[in-house]
Protein backbone atom coordinates (compact mmCIF):
# COMPACT_ATOMS: atom_id res chain seq x y z
CA UNK A 1 0.00 0.00 0.00
CA UNK A 2 1.61 3.47 -1.14
CA UNK A 3 2.51 5.45 2.23
CA UNK A 4 2.28 9.46 2.04
CA UNK A 5 4.08 11.42 4.17
CA UNK A 6 2.98 14.83 5.14
CA UNK A 7 4.56 18.21 6.06
CA UNK A 8 2.80 21.14 6.84
CA UNK A 9 4.03 24.33 8.30
CA UNK A 10 4.02 23.27 12.11
CA UNK A 11 0.45 25.92 12.74
CA UNK A 12 -2.62 25.61 13.46
CA UNK A 13 -3.44 27.35 9.74
CA UNK A 14 -1.39 25.10 8.04
CA UNK A 15 -1.90 21.61 10.22
CA UNK A 16 -5.58 21.63 10.00
CA UNK A 17 -5.89 21.84 6.41
CA UNK A 18 -3.41 19.18 5.44
CA UNK A 19 -4.74 16.57 8.38
CA UNK A 20 -8.06 16.73 6.35
CA UNK A 21 -6.58 16.41 3.05
CA UNK A 22 -4.56 12.91 4.76
CA UNK A 23 -8.26 11.94 6.10
CA UNK A 24 -9.26 12.36 2.85
CA UNK A 25 -6.30 10.45 1.84
CA UNK A 26 -7.00 7.34 3.77
CA UNK A 27 -10.79 7.40 2.85
CA UNK A 28 -9.38 6.34 -0.52
CA UNK A 29 -7.18 3.83 1.09
CA UNK A 30 -3.89 5.17 1.13
CA UNK A 31 -1.68 4.67 4.34
CA UNK A 32 -0.47 8.29 5.77
CA UNK A 33 1.10 10.10 8.11
CA UNK A 34 1.26 13.52 9.04
CA UNK A 35 4.94 14.65 10.39
CA UNK A 36 5.11 18.09 12.83
CA UNK A 37 7.52 19.17 15.42
CA UNK A 38 7.36 17.59 18.65
CA UNK A 39 6.68 20.25 20.74
CA UNK A 40 3.13 19.90 19.01
CA UNK A 41 2.66 16.33 18.70
CA UNK A 42 3.48 16.78 22.87
CA UNK A 43 -0.67 18.49 22.73
CA UNK A 44 -2.19 16.12 19.97
CA UNK A 45 -2.59 12.56 19.42
CA UNK A 46 -0.45 10.19 18.09
CA UNK A 47 -3.40 8.74 15.48
CA UNK A 48 -6.33 11.57 14.09
CA UNK A 49 -8.93 8.93 12.29
CA UNK A 50 -6.47 6.73 10.67
CA UNK A 51 -3.75 9.50 10.38
CA UNK A 52 -0.59 8.37 11.99
CA UNK A 53 1.06 10.96 13.74
CA UNK A 54 5.12 11.17 13.58
CA UNK A 55 7.39 13.88 15.20
CA UNK A 56 10.82 15.42 14.33
CA UNK A 57 12.71 18.26 15.98
CA UNK A 58 12.19 22.21 15.23
CA UNK A 59 15.20 22.87 17.73
CA UNK A 60 12.32 24.37 20.08
CA UNK A 61 10.76 20.89 21.58
CA UNK A 62 10.04 22.36 25.27
CA UNK A 63 8.20 25.59 23.97
CA UNK A 64 7.91 26.10 19.80
CA UNK A 65 7.55 29.12 17.91
CA UNK A 66 6.91 31.34 20.93
CA UNK A 67 9.98 30.27 22.75
CA UNK A 68 12.18 31.59 19.99
CA UNK A 69 13.81 35.11 20.29
CA UNK A 70 12.10 36.12 17.15
CA UNK A 71 10.24 34.60 14.09
CA UNK A 72 13.19 34.86 11.58
CA UNK A 73 15.29 32.64 14.40
CA UNK A 74 12.79 30.04 14.81
CA UNK A 75 12.50 29.42 10.96
CA UNK A 76 16.27 29.17 10.86
CA UNK A 77 16.24 26.86 12.99
CA UNK A 78 12.71 24.77 11.42
CA UNK A 79 14.72 24.74 8.08
CA UNK A 80 18.42 23.52 9.82
CA UNK A 81 17.42 21.45 12.90
CA UNK A 82 14.09 19.83 10.93
CA UNK A 83 15.83 19.52 7.30
CA UNK A 84 18.12 16.42 9.54
CA UNK A 85 15.44 15.47 11.60
CA UNK A 86 13.15 14.94 8.60
CA UNK A 87 15.69 13.12 6.82
CA UNK A 88 16.38 10.42 9.58
CA UNK A 89 12.72 9.75 10.03
CA UNK A 90 12.25 8.81 5.76
CA UNK A 91 15.19 6.62 6.44
CA UNK A 92 14.10 5.29 9.62
CA UNK A 93 10.64 4.48 7.98
CA UNK A 94 12.36 3.41 4.98
CA UNK A 95 13.82 0.65 6.67
CA UNK A 96 10.41 -0.31 8.24
CA UNK A 97 8.23 -2.45 6.39
CA UNK A 98 5.87 0.65 5.88
CA UNK A 99 8.44 2.89 3.77
CA UNK A 100 7.22 6.47 2.07
CA UNK A 101 6.00 6.60 -1.26
CA UNK A 102 6.01 9.95 -1.53
CA UNK A 103 6.29 13.32 0.44
CA UNK A 104 3.56 16.05 0.25
CA UNK A 105 5.25 19.38 1.60
CA UNK A 106 3.49 22.80 2.47
CA UNK A 107 4.47 25.52 0.28
CA UNK A 108 5.77 27.29 3.41
CA UNK A 109 8.08 24.54 4.34
CA UNK A 110 10.56 24.06 0.96
CA UNK A 111 12.93 22.69 2.23
CA UNK A 112 11.10 19.59 2.93
CA UNK A 113 11.08 19.46 -0.84
CA UNK A 114 14.96 19.42 -0.88
CA UNK A 115 14.56 16.37 2.19
CA UNK A 116 12.88 14.30 -0.32
CA UNK A 117 14.90 15.05 -3.60
CA UNK A 118 18.19 14.39 -1.30
CA UNK A 119 16.58 10.61 -0.23
CA UNK A 120 15.28 9.81 -3.74
CA UNK A 121 11.54 10.61 -2.78
CA UNK A 122 8.65 12.30 -5.16
CA UNK A 123 7.43 15.20 -3.60
CA UNK A 124 4.24 17.05 -3.74
CA UNK A 125 3.60 20.59 -3.26
CA UNK A 126 0.32 21.86 -1.35
CA UNK A 127 -0.61 25.31 -1.26
CA UNK A 128 -2.83 26.83 1.94
CA UNK A 129 -3.71 29.47 0.22
CA UNK A 130 -6.40 30.46 -2.39
CA UNK A 131 -4.92 29.76 -6.21
CA UNK A 132 -5.64 33.28 -6.56
CA UNK A 133 -3.18 34.37 -3.82
CA UNK A 134 -1.42 31.39 -5.04
CA UNK A 135 -1.27 32.95 -9.08
CA UNK A 136 0.00 36.56 -7.72
CA UNK A 137 2.67 35.61 -5.72
CA UNK A 138 3.80 33.49 -8.69
CA UNK A 139 3.52 35.79 -11.42
CA UNK A 140 4.90 38.48 -9.43
CA UNK A 141 7.86 36.72 -8.64
CA UNK A 142 8.17 35.23 -12.22
CA UNK A 143 7.74 39.55 -13.31
CA UNK A 144 4.57 38.70 -15.28
CA UNK A 145 2.59 41.15 -13.16
CA UNK A 146 3.59 44.41 -11.47
CA UNK A 147 1.88 45.06 -8.32
CA UNK A 148 -0.08 48.43 -9.23
CA UNK A 149 1.18 52.23 -7.29
CA UNK A 150 -1.69 53.27 -4.85
CA UNK A 151 -4.71 54.99 -7.04
CA UNK A 152 -4.95 52.19 -9.89
CA UNK A 153 -6.57 49.71 -11.01
CA UNK A 154 -4.72 46.74 -12.04
CA UNK A 155 -6.55 44.88 -14.70
CA UNK A 156 -5.54 41.19 -14.63
CA UNK A 157 -6.64 38.04 -16.61
CA UNK A 158 -7.70 35.08 -14.39
CA UNK A 159 -8.58 37.87 -11.88
CA UNK A 160 -10.80 40.74 -10.44
CA UNK A 161 -9.43 44.20 -11.19
CA UNK A 162 -7.54 45.36 -8.13
CA UNK A 163 -5.67 48.14 -6.29
CA UNK A 164 -2.37 47.86 -4.73
CA UNK A 165 -4.25 47.58 -0.98
CA UNK A 166 -5.94 44.73 -2.20
CA UNK A 167 -2.77 42.43 -3.14
CA UNK A 168 -1.46 39.55 -0.87
CA UNK A 169 1.28 42.02 1.56
CA UNK A 170 4.10 40.19 0.56
CA UNK A 171 3.48 40.84 -3.33
CA UNK A 172 4.50 44.42 -2.46
CA UNK A 173 7.93 44.16 -1.67
CA UNK A 174 7.93 46.75 0.90
CA UNK A 175 10.62 45.19 2.94
CA UNK A 176 8.76 44.17 5.66
CA UNK A 177 8.87 40.47 7.18
CA UNK A 178 11.54 39.56 4.73
CA UNK A 179 11.94 35.86 5.90
CA UNK A 180 7.90 35.07 5.28
CA UNK A 181 7.85 37.56 2.18
CA UNK A 182 10.60 35.25 0.28
CA UNK A 183 9.25 32.54 1.64
CA UNK A 184 5.35 33.32 -0.27
CA UNK A 185 7.09 34.57 -3.03
CA UNK A 186 9.27 31.58 -3.78
CA UNK A 187 6.85 28.70 -2.78
CA UNK A 188 5.68 28.19 -6.36
CA UNK A 189 9.24 27.31 -8.29
CA UNK A 190 8.82 23.78 -9.83
CA UNK A 191 8.20 23.46 -13.63
CA UNK A 192 5.49 22.59 -15.49
CA UNK A 193 5.30 18.82 -14.87
CA UNK A 194 5.04 19.55 -11.04
CA UNK A 195 1.80 18.91 -9.05
CA UNK A 196 0.29 21.14 -6.89
CA UNK A 197 -2.57 20.76 -4.61
CA UNK A 198 -4.91 23.81 -3.33
CA UNK A 199 -7.33 24.34 -0.84
CA UNK A 200 -9.66 25.18 -2.73
CA UNK A 201 -12.56 23.89 -5.57
CA UNK A 202 -12.99 25.18 -8.95
CA UNK A 203 -16.25 26.38 -9.05
CA UNK A 204 -14.96 28.85 -6.10
CA UNK A 205 -12.12 30.16 -8.06
CA UNK A 206 -13.93 31.10 -11.43
CA UNK A 207 -14.57 32.92 -14.43
CA UNK A 208 -14.44 36.74 -12.93
CA UNK A 209 -14.55 38.35 -16.67
CA UNK A 210 -12.66 36.72 -19.00
CA UNK A 211 -13.25 32.23 -19.65
CA UNK A 212 -10.01 31.97 -17.17
CA UNK A 213 -9.69 31.05 -14.14
CA UNK A 214 -7.29 31.70 -11.26
CA UNK A 215 -6.59 27.56 -11.28
CA UNK A 216 -6.11 27.94 -15.13
CA UNK A 217 -3.59 30.47 -14.75
CA UNK A 218 -1.31 28.05 -12.28
CA UNK A 219 -2.19 25.08 -14.84
CA UNK A 220 -0.02 27.38 -17.19
CA UNK A 221 2.89 26.67 -14.98
CA UNK A 222 2.28 23.76 -12.96
CA UNK A 223 0.59 20.01 -13.14
CA UNK A 224 -2.21 22.39 -10.19
CA UNK A 225 -5.54 20.94 -8.96
CA UNK A 226 -7.58 22.32 -6.75
CA UNK A 227 -8.88 19.37 -3.59
CA UNK A 228 -10.68 21.54 -0.91
CA UNK A 229 -12.41 22.70 0.87
CA UNK A 230 -10.29 20.55 3.30
CA UNK A 231 -12.94 21.58 5.94
CA UNK A 232 -13.82 18.68 8.39
CA UNK A 233 -18.12 18.00 9.00
CA UNK A 234 -19.15 18.42 5.06
CA UNK A 235 -20.88 15.52 4.62
CA UNK A 236 -19.25 13.41 1.98
CA UNK A 237 -20.55 10.88 0.09
CA UNK A 238 -18.94 7.59 2.09
CA UNK A 239 -19.88 9.42 5.10
CA UNK A 240 -15.79 10.55 5.66
CA UNK A 241 -15.34 13.84 6.91
CA UNK A 242 -16.96 14.13 10.03
CA UNK A 243 -14.33 14.58 12.61
CA UNK A 244 -12.14 17.40 13.59
CA UNK A 245 -9.31 16.32 14.55
CA UNK A 246 -6.87 18.82 16.39
CA UNK A 247 -6.81 22.49 18.22
CA UNK A 248 -3.94 23.43 19.36
CA UNK A 249 -5.72 25.79 22.01
CA UNK A 250 -8.20 24.33 23.81
CA UNK A 251 -11.74 24.98 23.32
CA UNK A 252 -13.99 26.44 25.50
CA UNK A 253 -16.80 23.95 24.16
CA UNK A 254 -19.63 23.72 26.56
CA UNK A 255 -19.59 27.97 26.96
CA UNK A 256 -19.95 29.09 23.77
CA UNK A 257 -22.12 25.45 22.75
CA UNK A 258 -23.96 26.53 25.90
CA UNK A 259 -24.41 30.33 24.89
CA UNK A 260 -25.40 29.74 21.45
CA UNK A 261 -27.89 27.33 22.20
CA UNK A 262 -29.95 29.71 23.84
CA UNK A 263 -30.18 32.25 20.78
CA UNK A 264 -32.12 32.36 18.44
CA UNK A 265 -31.58 31.90 14.45
CA UNK A 266 -29.08 33.69 13.02
CA UNK A 267 -29.25 36.32 15.59
CA UNK A 268 -25.13 36.05 16.75
CA UNK A 269 -22.34 38.06 15.46
CA UNK A 270 -18.83 35.90 15.90
CA UNK A 271 -15.90 37.50 15.67
CA UNK A 272 -12.53 35.63 15.98
CA UNK A 273 -9.14 36.94 13.88
CA UNK A 274 -7.69 33.36 13.76
CA UNK A 275 -4.72 31.84 15.48
CA UNK A 276 -2.11 34.39 14.91
CA UNK A 277 -3.27 37.75 14.52
CA UNK A 278 -2.59 40.94 16.99
CA UNK A 279 -4.83 43.70 16.76
CA UNK A 280 -3.98 47.23 18.14
CA UNK A 281 -5.86 48.41 21.62
CA UNK A 282 -7.91 51.28 19.43
CA UNK A 283 -9.13 48.98 17.24
CA UNK A 284 -10.27 46.94 19.99
CA UNK A 285 -11.88 49.51 21.51
CA UNK A 286 -13.74 50.49 18.85
CA UNK A 287 -14.59 47.12 17.96
CA UNK A 288 -15.77 46.17 21.68
CA UNK A 289 -17.91 49.42 21.22
CA UNK A 290 -19.45 48.51 17.76
CA UNK A 291 -20.31 45.18 18.73
CA UNK A 292 -21.97 46.66 22.03
CA UNK A 293 -23.60 49.41 19.77
CA UNK A 294 -25.26 46.91 17.43
CA UNK A 295 -27.75 45.60 19.86
CA UNK A 296 -26.83 41.97 18.74
CA UNK A 297 -25.63 38.95 20.59
CA UNK A 298 -21.89 38.43 19.75
CA UNK A 299 -19.63 35.94 20.53
CA UNK A 300 -15.89 36.73 20.29
CA UNK A 301 -12.68 35.02 20.60
CA UNK A 302 -9.98 37.24 22.22
CA UNK A 303 -7.08 34.83 22.86
CA UNK A 304 -5.65 34.77 26.15
CA UNK A 305 -2.49 36.13 25.31
CA UNK A 306 -4.62 39.16 23.38
CA UNK A 307 -6.92 39.81 26.28
CA UNK A 308 -4.93 42.27 27.25
CA UNK A 309 -5.65 44.38 24.17
CA UNK A 310 -9.26 44.94 25.41
CA UNK A 311 -10.96 47.74 26.87
CA UNK A 312 -10.49 47.59 30.76
CA UNK A 313 -12.97 45.24 32.60
CA UNK A 314 -14.62 44.49 29.05
CA UNK A 315 -13.51 40.48 29.40
CA UNK A 316 -15.27 40.27 32.11
CA UNK A 317 -18.27 43.04 31.30
CA UNK A 318 -19.16 42.63 27.88
CA UNK A 319 -22.89 43.73 28.53
CA UNK A 320 -25.38 41.35 28.47
CA UNK A 321 -25.80 40.99 25.10
CA UNK A 322 -21.63 39.51 24.61
CA UNK A 323 -19.54 36.61 25.55
CA UNK A 324 -15.75 36.12 25.54
CA UNK A 325 -13.56 33.31 25.10
CA UNK A 326 -10.24 32.60 24.67
CA UNK A 327 -10.45 29.69 21.92
CA UNK A 328 -13.56 28.31 20.52
CA UNK A 329 -14.84 25.01 18.36
CA UNK A 330 -14.74 27.15 15.23
CA UNK A 331 -16.75 24.31 13.18
CA UNK A 332 -19.19 23.66 15.34
CA UNK A 333 -20.20 27.55 15.87
CA UNK A 334 -20.30 28.05 12.29
CA UNK A 335 -22.33 25.00 11.92
CA UNK A 336 -24.91 26.26 14.97
CA UNK A 337 -27.33 27.89 13.12
CA UNK A 338 -27.70 30.93 16.03
CA UNK A 339 -24.76 32.74 13.88
CA UNK A 340 -25.90 34.93 11.61
CA UNK A 341 -22.55 36.43 10.82
CA UNK A 342 -18.83 36.44 11.03
CA UNK A 343 -16.49 38.92 11.82
CA UNK A 344 -13.38 37.76 10.18
CA UNK A 345 -9.57 38.75 9.87
CA UNK A 346 -10.66 36.19 6.32
CA UNK A 347 -7.80 33.77 6.84
CA UNK A 348 -7.83 31.27 3.96
CA UNK A 349 -9.03 28.29 6.60
CA UNK A 350 -12.07 30.79 8.11
CA UNK A 351 -12.73 32.26 4.63
CA UNK A 352 -13.53 28.10 3.50
CA UNK A 353 -15.51 26.83 6.82
CA UNK A 354 -17.81 30.06 6.40
CA UNK A 355 -18.23 29.32 3.02
CA UNK A 356 -18.80 25.63 3.82
CA UNK A 357 -21.05 26.34 6.30
CA UNK A 358 -22.90 29.08 4.35
CA UNK A 359 -22.17 31.93 6.95
CA UNK A 360 -22.38 35.57 5.61
CA UNK A 361 -18.64 37.23 6.43
CA UNK A 362 -18.12 40.62 7.48
CA UNK A 363 -14.21 41.44 6.58
CA UNK A 364 -11.63 42.87 8.68
CA UNK A 365 -8.11 41.36 6.78
CA UNK A 366 -5.04 42.56 8.44
CA UNK A 367 -2.26 41.07 6.47
CA UNK A 368 -0.65 38.45 4.15
CA UNK A 369 -3.43 36.87 2.39
CA UNK A 370 -6.41 38.19 3.54
CA UNK A 371 -6.98 41.64 1.87
CA UNK A 372 -7.37 39.62 -1.33
CA UNK A 373 -9.80 36.77 0.43
CA UNK A 374 -11.41 40.04 1.50
CA UNK A 375 -11.88 41.18 -2.19
CA UNK A 376 -13.23 37.65 -3.18
CA UNK A 377 -15.51 37.92 -0.50
CA UNK A 378 -17.07 41.01 -1.24
CA UNK A 379 -17.00 41.54 -5.09
CA UNK A 380 -16.40 38.18 -6.62
CA UNK A 381 -18.79 35.61 -4.46
CA UNK A 382 -21.07 38.56 -2.87
CA UNK A 383 -20.88 36.57 0.69
CA UNK A 384 -20.15 39.42 3.30
CA UNK A 385 -19.06 43.24 2.73
CA UNK A 386 -15.64 44.60 3.90
CA UNK A 387 -15.32 47.07 6.76
CA UNK A 388 -13.58 50.36 5.81
CA UNK A 389 -11.17 52.22 7.62
CA UNK A 390 -11.47 55.68 8.39
CA UNK A 391 -8.42 58.16 7.87
CA UNK A 392 -7.43 57.86 11.04
CA UNK A 393 -6.44 53.99 10.04
CA UNK A 394 -9.06 51.73 12.44
CA UNK A 395 -12.21 51.12 11.65
CA UNK A 396 -14.72 52.82 13.65
CA UNK A 397 -17.24 51.92 16.08
CA UNK A 398 -20.13 53.56 13.67
CA UNK A 399 -18.58 51.70 10.45
CA UNK A 400 -18.98 48.31 12.56
CA UNK A 401 -22.70 48.61 13.46
CA UNK A 402 -23.11 49.44 9.97
CA UNK A 403 -21.45 47.01 8.98
CA UNK A 404 -23.78 44.67 11.18
CA UNK A 405 -26.68 46.19 10.52
CA UNK A 406 -25.96 45.67 6.64
CA UNK A 407 -25.46 42.10 6.42
CA UNK A 408 -27.93 41.07 9.13
CA UNK A 409 -30.75 42.90 8.67
CA UNK A 410 -30.27 44.72 5.07
CA UNK A 411 -31.79 44.36 1.88
CA UNK A 412 -27.85 43.80 0.90
CA UNK A 413 -28.12 41.08 3.58
CA UNK A 414 -30.33 38.94 1.78
CA UNK A 415 -28.71 39.04 -1.10
CA UNK A 416 -25.71 37.94 0.61
CA UNK A 417 -27.06 35.19 2.32
CA UNK A 418 -28.35 33.73 -0.85
CA UNK A 419 -25.10 34.01 -2.40
CA UNK A 420 -23.89 32.32 0.93
CA UNK A 421 -26.19 29.71 0.65
CA UNK A 422 -25.29 28.82 -3.03
CA UNK A 423 -21.51 28.36 -2.34
CA UNK A 424 -22.09 26.33 0.41
CA UNK A 425 -24.00 23.48 -1.77
CA UNK A 426 -21.49 24.30 -4.42
CA UNK A 427 -18.28 23.22 -1.84
CA UNK A 428 -20.53 20.18 -1.12
CA UNK A 429 -20.58 19.13 -4.44
CA UNK A 430 -17.37 19.91 -4.97
CA UNK A 431 -16.34 17.28 -2.23
CA UNK A 432 -18.88 14.75 -2.93
CA UNK A 433 -18.40 11.73 -5.23
CA UNK A 434 -17.85 12.64 -8.41
CA UNK A 435 -17.53 16.39 -8.01
CA UNK A 436 -14.45 18.79 -9.26
CA UNK A 437 -12.27 17.97 -6.32
CA UNK A 438 -13.22 14.73 -5.45
CA UNK A 439 -12.08 13.71 -9.25
CA UNK A 440 -9.44 15.53 -8.73
CA UNK A 441 -8.57 13.80 -5.53
CA UNK A 442 -8.87 10.17 -7.33
CA UNK A 443 -6.47 11.82 -9.85
CA UNK A 444 -4.08 12.35 -7.38
CA UNK A 445 -4.75 8.61 -5.68
CA UNK A 446 -3.96 7.30 -8.78
CA UNK A 447 -0.47 9.35 -9.13
CA UNK A 448 0.14 7.76 -5.96
CA UNK A 449 -0.84 4.55 -6.35
CA UNK A 450 1.48 4.01 -9.78
CA UNK A 451 4.37 5.05 -8.22
CA UNK A 452 4.14 1.45 -6.10
CA UNK A 453 3.53 -0.39 -9.43
N1 LIG B 1 -9.95 28.49 15.02
C1 LIG B 1 -10.54 27.76 16.04
N2 LIG B 1 -11.02 28.43 17.12
C2 LIG B 1 -10.95 29.76 17.26
C3 LIG B 1 -10.35 30.51 16.22
C4 LIG B 1 -9.87 29.84 15.10
O1 LIG B 1 -10.62 26.53 15.93
O2 LIG B 1 -11.39 30.28 18.28
C5 LIG B 1 -9.42 27.78 13.83
C6 LIG B 1 -10.26 28.03 12.61
O3 LIG B 1 -11.34 27.12 12.55
C7 LIG B 1 -9.26 27.88 11.47
C8 LIG B 1 -7.92 28.24 12.12
O4 LIG B 1 -8.14 28.27 13.53
O5 LIG B 1 -9.23 26.55 11.01
C9 LIG B 1 -7.42 29.61 11.71
O6 LIG B 1 -6.94 29.54 10.42
P1 LIG B 1 -7.02 30.77 9.43
O7 LIG B 1 -6.38 30.34 8.14
O8 LIG B 1 -8.40 31.26 9.32
O9 LIG B 1 -6.20 31.92 10.15
P2 LIG B 1 -4.72 31.97 10.79
O10 LIG B 1 -4.85 31.49 12.18
O11 LIG B 1 -3.82 31.10 9.94
O12 LIG B 1 -4.40 33.42 10.71
Given at each position: ??????????????????LQFAMDLTSKGLNVTLVTTSYITKSINSQIGNVSIASISDGYDEGGVRSASSLEVYLDSLEVVGSKSLKELIEKYNQSTEPFTCMVFDTYVPWGDKVAKSVGLPSIAFSTQSCAVSAIYHL??????????????????????????EFPS?????????????FALDQFNGNKNDWVLFNSFDELETEVKSSRLAITVLKDHFHARAI?????????????????????LEPEDDVCMKWLNGKPAKSVVYVSFGSFASIQN???????????????NFLWVVRAAEQKTLPKGFAENPGENGQIVTWSPQLKVLANEAVGCFLTHCGWNSTLEAISFGVPMLAMPQWTDQPTNAKFIEDVWGTGIRAKAGEEGFIGRKEIM?????????????????????????????????????????????YVNAMTE
Open positions: MAHVLILPYPSQGHISPMVRKEILDVPEPGIIKEMIGLPSMERSFALKDGSYPTLAAGPCVPFLPKADGHGNTYGMSLKQMEELAEGLKGSGKKCIEEIMDGEKGCMIRNNAKKLKESAKEAVTDGGSSDRNLNEFVA
